[in-house]
């Protein structure tokens, strides 16, 4: 017995292993976030170190990292955020050693760089592919519209053909069934991203090139036009509906026929939904095609504030391989970061596989990725809330949005 405690002791933990603690709003993906304290222990055996994952609410999450950060008493080692928003706007993140940097650089797909950086400098990991929407159909509710599930809409208006023939009424004419899931409830930054799409497809884009000014983008008239189908929706063509909760929960009821989401929710509709048939295509078209954007794309960062942060980029180097990534992802249900990830069975064998090419061959959509990003989508998606909800006309709508994310932008 001596003689196997002698072999075995040099692998165990302390008895009290200290910790780092990682903050993330990721609270739909619960696997994922498990996955790091079940990696910190074996991080623990070699650093002393174990990793403990709190999991902040969605809803209002900014607030709460916010005061933690700017106070440094409780706040997390390191955590899931934006990069232009927490290194950019509040200068919290600690920048990326050089070997993590080309580790990553080498071996992220080449689009997902910017995701890491702010103004030159790498601050971030990049923890989504495939963190853009796409179109998710319900094949039972395609069959017994008379839609073949097998040949999407391609464009928008074929799209909203489809929707008028998956949704249901009641005797006074409003839907039981919607042919379309529709965010419009919560944060208006979730708001915001839902409708961009639409946004893209007309040809519209939320802020100049420069991402210097809204007024003339905004409130251009294919953005008018966008905001104007997208109201329709639910107003006019009622192929969406205020009435219906949460879109997630909504599409895996089988009381709608389509939604559009990201990579995650194949997982999450394979574990909460796993009755639903479901089918995933690129994102129809119009003027253009929306493209593979996003309005907040997630990074893991290191807090420079923190006492550890070099024991946590020690583990960030731990876990940054092929075989982790792959692993993590794989039980969540999420496409994996590592290029070379991107044709193993898992990634192959998922609905996605060739809508994700597919969108990633479009043109690239505008991106958003200013400092005050938040802010200015805050603003414009009140104004799309209001007009979903019939408290103003597009056109006045985003005209006082406009007006007021260029005062954002000049402040």
Not at 91 to 111: G, H, I, Q, R, V
Not at 127 to 155: C, R, S
Not at 165 to 194: C, M, N, W
Not at 238 to 245: E, M, N, T, Y
Request: net charge neutral.
């Amino acid at each position: 017995m001596a003689g196997l405690l002698a072999v075995t002791a040099p692998d165990r933990a302390p008895a009290q292993a200290k910790k780092i603690v990682y903050w993330t709003h990721w609270e739909q993906n619960p696997e994922f976030n498990k996955w790091y304290e079940t990696k910190g222990k074996e991080f623990a055996k070699k650093s002393g170190y174990e990793v403990e994952v709190v999991t902040i609410p969605y809803q209002g999450y900014e607030a709460k990292y916010l005061a933690a950060l700017v106070g440094k008493s409780g706040a997390p080692d390191f955590f899931n955020g934006i990069v232009h928003q927490w290194c950019g706007q509040y200068d919290f993140c600690d920048k990326m050693p050089a070997d993590l940097e080309k580790t990553w650089s080498e071996n992220l797909p080449k689009y997902m760089l910017p995701v890491g950086q702010f103004k030159g400098a790498t601050y971030g990991i990049p923890i989504e592919h495939g963190n853009f929407q796409q179109m998710y159909i319900d094949v039972e509710l395609f069959k017994k519209a008379g839609l073949n599930p097998d040949k999407p809409p391609k464009t928008l208006d074929e799209w909203l053909a489809a929707m008028k023939k998956l949704s249901v009424y009641d005797a006074k004419g409003e839907p039981t069934q919607v042919g379309f899931a529709l965010r419009h409830k919560g944060h208006p930054v979730g708001i915001t991203d839902k409708f961009l799409p639409f946004a893209h497809a007309f040809g519209a884009r939320m802020l100049s090139p420069g991402l210097d000014r809204a007024t003339g983008f905004a409130n251009g008239p294919e953005m008018v036009a966008a905001l104007h189908f997208y109201g329709d929706l639910v107003t006019k063509d009622k192929v969406a509906s205020l009435a219906f909760g949460n879109p997630e929960e909504t599409f895996g009821q089988k009381r709608a026929g389509v939604i559009f989401r990201e990579s995650w929710y194949f997982g999450w509709l394979k574990k909460n939904a796993p009755d639903v048939a479901f089918k995933v295509y690129a994102l129809p078209c119009a003027k253009a095609c929306p493209g593979a954007g996003n309005l907040f794309p997630w990074s893991n960062l290191v807090y420079k504030n923190s006492p550890h942060k070099q024991v946590v980029w020690d583990f960030l180097r731990f876990i940054s391989n092929a075989k982790d990534d792959l692993e993590q992802h794989q039980l969540q249900g999420i496409l994996p970061v590592w290029t070379v990830n991107l044709e193993t069975p898992y990634v192959k064998g998922r609905p996605d596989y060739a809508s994700t090419r597919e969108m990633l061959a479009q043109p690239v959509p505008p991106n958003y990725y200013h400092p005050k990003s938040n802010e200015l989508a805050t603003a414009f998606g009140e104004a799309v809330v209001g007009v979903l909800y019939g408290k103003g006309q597009p056109k006045p709508s985003l005209d006082e949005a406009a007006a007021r994310m260029d005062r954002i932008l000049k402040d």
